[in-house]
Structures are given as C-alpha cells and as structure tokens.
C-alpha cells in the first residue's frame, strides 16, 4: 500500500518538473533566439514478483510475470535547437544565422561563449559586441567615421571609409555535434561541455555550417499552442497522481477502521 | 478459528496490488515510449484438508451446492495475482520536428546496447553523444544493422524503412526486432525491455515504419486506470467489511455462546 503511495509521489514529482520547464519556456517566448527545453522520462525499477516466462510447474510457463513498477523519474530536460522564425528588423547589428552555427564571445574571464543571439552593439573601441558587452570573437573593429556596415551571407564585414569599401574582418561560426550537451549559463549564452563536444570553428555558408543573414534576428523556437497543451497535459497528469494517494490513504483509512 | 477470513484477505492484499499497478502506469502518463500494464487475477487453491461431506440440498432445491460454493468440505479458496499483462497498443503521435526523435508505427523496437546487454525499447527520444553517436536519453548506444550509428553532425535524414541518409548517402539502418511472443519481455527500468525468450523468436521487423521527428506518447488511459482505480478501492472496502464480518462471528463465538446469564 505504502508503495503506491510512493509511486504516485514519483509522478506528482516528475509532473512538477515538466510544468517547471514549459513555465521557463513561456517565459522566453519573446527571448530573441531562445531554444525550447523539453523534459524526457523514463520508467523507474521493476520490482519482479514472477518472471516472464518461468515455470510454474514442471513443463508449464506462466503467460505473464508479475512485475511492479515504482513509477517514473526525470532522464533529463534537452533544449530542442530547431531554428526559430526570422524577424526582420532593419537594424544592420541584428545577425540571424541561418542554420546550426554559433557566434563566437568572449567573456570577461577571457574564455569563450556561445550564443545564438545576433543582436550585436557597437562599444566605445567601436567593437562589435553583445547586450552585456562580451566582444565578438575573433575581434571586428567598426572604423570610426565609417558608413556602410554590411555583412555577407559568408560573414565577411565591409564598411564604406571616405567612399571606398574596406573589408574589416568576418564573423566565425562555431557548430557542435550534439548542441543539446552545451551548458546553458544564461543571458542567450552556451558553453562547451563533455556531451556537447567540442566545436568545429569555421567560415559561415561553408561546410553545413549556416549562413549570416544581416538586418534579421531569430525568434525563440517556442510555441505557445504547444506549451500550453503540455502544461494541460502536465497538470492532468499531476491531477491524476494526487488521486491515487488520495485512493492509498482511503483504503489505508479502511485497513484502520476494519476493528 | 474462522479461517475463511483468510479468503477476504488475500482479495485485500490483490487490491493492494493493482493499486500498485495503477499507480505505475499513472506516474508514466506523461513517459514517452511507455506501455501500460493490466492485472489478471486467478484462484489460488490451497492444500484440500480431508473430505467432509457437503450436506446434501433437499430434492426439491433446483440448484446444486456446487455452482454456488465451488466449494467441497474444508477447501479454502484465495484469490491472487495470476500475472500483470502488458498492454503493447499503440501510443499516441507527437510531433516535436527534433531530428533526433523518432517514432515507431506499427510492431518493433529499437535494440539499444548497455553494459548488461541489449535491451529493446520503444522510446525514440534520442540524441548524439560527443562522438557522434546515436543514443538514449540513458546514454546508451542505439543499434543499427552496421552496429553502433556515428554521425558526423545534427543534420541526417531517416526514412520510413529506418536508413539514415546524411549528405546523401546511406549511413546505417536503424535495427528494429519483433517478437514472436510478447510475454517474454521483461522491464527494466529506463524505458527498457529484456527479451527473456529464445533467440529464434525476436526478428529483425522488415517493414518497419518509423517517422523522424515524432515520438510516440505514453499509452496509458488515464480514464480506464482512475475507473480501475476506483472498482480496486471499492473492492478493497468490500473485503475489509467481509474481515470485519468474520471478525464479528468470532466475537460471538467466543464470548456469547456459552455465556452464563443471571
């Protein structure tokens, strides 16, 4: 009896950390290339009482073993990097890469980042920056008094200095193999770690890597019809677990009452 | 003693037991790739003690003592749970566009290696290691015909017959086993089943149809388990009354026949 009430528990639980993650991606719909994170579960233990497929007798074998599960648990809680829609800004720092490559930051402890987030800033050095200011890696520096700014699907930087046109460097992407891996920190910003892989830095529109779509941002890949299904399915499910501790604990009021 | 109240007992204990089922299969409503299981229950025969002769019915009684009281002399009868039956059906379709998420139609699940084995399992919610291989959210390799799959990035292809394509050629394809005889599997934990049975009866499935980036819900009925649910507590109230009942006529047993009244 004490067992189903533990069983239930291990769902309200695993329920509680779904709704968890649909209400961190509600809260990102409008995060400029926010990628959705979905919570994966799996079964927990058997507890085998008989078997499949052992004798009950000598030449005869039970159809169906007795094997009682002790409810579910959480495997893990992926993002999902589908790409998000494209939103056309007319600002000429907003990149969206098309395709599964990173920009490159640096951040103030000197080691890299990466973000998905294209929406750069020129700082006081005329470099190209992001909201929180962690430079572009490698380094672009925007001349002053140049005009111009324009980047090329192939992430080559050109600016117009006294009417002629300067290349002043290009954006490098980065792609991983298992971008699901990378560590999220926060503020649009991934860093490597051991299941993401280590990333394979390149030119952009080479080698599957994306091209560089200037004057665009990316949107977050959530979908809110999407979200709002599973935080229903979610608080359902959760629903449904608390009735069967209510049942347990009835029919343990039962037990109690028999004298 | 009464030992008849050993009878409502083990109902009891057989409620507690599909409580337990239930509440399994309720905490994995949301689990992808899980199957459901339903209990079956059979008579449990204990020992026969000697014959007493069942007292006989008057000639004019229609029915005979036995299709009431299966009953003959002192046999006690229990019930218990014969076995817990998976439900295989087919869960519902959802549709995420992940590449890596993958979902089977129709028989076959995919064979998965682990430490203690291979393992099959129905779950298609997969992902790359750092290396490029394809596996479980558990981290173990997923199999093709080739043995284990290494991609080279996120970008491949997999159709319907469970071939990966990247860049255009064909990578490796997905293995997919059947089995002849679906009892035989056993759970272990992480979405995974063991095929306890003869080798001879899993084969590879040949017309598999796998869809990319569709998982295959949970195909637990929340509706059938919280009837279910609700006909084990009623069941279980029913054989505590019974208890209670026997308990009862052994109080009166005990302390009122016999009694010395003033």
Do not use: C, W
Request: net charge negative; aromatic share 6%.
């Amino acid at each position: 009896m004490m067992r189903s009430l533990m069983t239930a528990a291990t769902g309200m639980e695993a329920q509680q950390t779904n709704i968890d993650t649909i209400a961190n991606n509600l809260a990102n719909v409008n995060t400029t290339a926010f990628k959705r994170s979905r919570a994966n579960f799996h079964d927990l233990l058997y507890q085998t009482v008989r078997a499949p497929g052992q004798s009950s007798t000598t030449g005869t074998v039970v159809p169906s073993g007795i094997q009682i599960g002790a409810g579910a648990r959480l495997a893990s809680v992926d993002k999902l990097y589908t790409e998000g829609a494209s939103k056309v800004t007319e600002r000429n720092l907003d990149f969206m890469v098309e395709g599964p490559g990173f920009f490159r930051v640096q951040r103030d402890d000197g080691s890299v980042a990466y973000t998905r987030d294209g929406r750069f800033d020129k700082d006081n050095n005329g470099r190209l920056v992001t909201a929180d200011g962690f430079p572009v890696v490698p380094e672009i520096v925007i001349p002053q008094g140049s005009s111009d700014f324009h980047v090329g699907l192939d992430g080559v930087v050109t600016v117009k200095v006294e009417g002629e046109t300067q290349e002043i460097g290009q954006i490098q992407l980065a792609q991983f193999i298992n971008p699901a891996g990378l560590q999220n920190i926060g503020r649009n910003l991934v860093t490597v770690s051991r299941a993401s892989g280590d990333p394979v830095v390149g030119a952009p529109n080479l080698n599957g890597m994306g091209r560089i779509a200037q004057n665009q941002l990316e949107s977050s890949n959530v979908n809110i019809v999407e979200e709002m299904v599973s935080m229903i399915t979610g608080q359902r499910a959760y629903e449904i677990n608390s009735k069967v501790i209510q049942t347990g604990d009835q029919m343990l009021q039962t037990t109690n009452n028999v004298r | 003693m009464l030992k008849s109240i050993y009878t409502p007992l083990s109902g009891a204990i057989a409620q507690e037991r599909v409580l337990e089922i239930i509440a399994n299969n309720l905490a994995n409503v949301n689990t992808v790739g899980f199957k459901g299981d339903g209990v079956t229950f059979k008579l449990l025969e204990a020992e026969p003690e000697k014959n007493y002769n069942t007292p006989l019915p008057p000639a004019n009684f229609k029915i005979s003592m036995e299709d009431i009281l299966p009953l003959r002399g002192n046999e006690m009868l229990y019930v218990g749970v014969a076995g817990v039956e998976r439900d295989l059906a087919q869960g519902p379709a959802i549709e995420t566009k992940n590449p890596t998420d993958f979902m089977i139609e129709g028989d076959g699940m995919f064979a998965v290696n682990t430490q203690e084995g291979v393992r099959y399992s129905r779950s298609g919610a997969l992902g790359l290691s750092p290396d490029g291989i394809l596996m479980t959210q558990a981290g173990h390799p997923v199999l093709g015909e080739k043995g284990t799959i290494t991609l080279r990035a996120n970008a491949f292809e997999v159709n319907a017959r469970g071939e990966i394509y990247q860049d255009g050629q064909l990578v490796d394809r997905l293995q997919l086993h059947k089995f002849a005889d679906d009892s035989q599997l056993e759970r272990t934990g992480n979405n995974y089943f063991f095929f306890g049975g003869p080798p001879e009866q899993r084969s590879l499935a040949e017309s598999p149809a796998i869809r990319q980036g569709f998982l295959e819900g949970s195909n637990v009925n929340a509706i059938k388990n919280l009837t279910a649910m609700i006909t084990a507590h009623r069941s279980f109230e029913a054989y505590q009354k019974a208890m209670s009942n026997y308990d009862k006529m052994m109080d009166k047993s005990s302390n009122q026949i016999g009694e010395i009244r003033g």
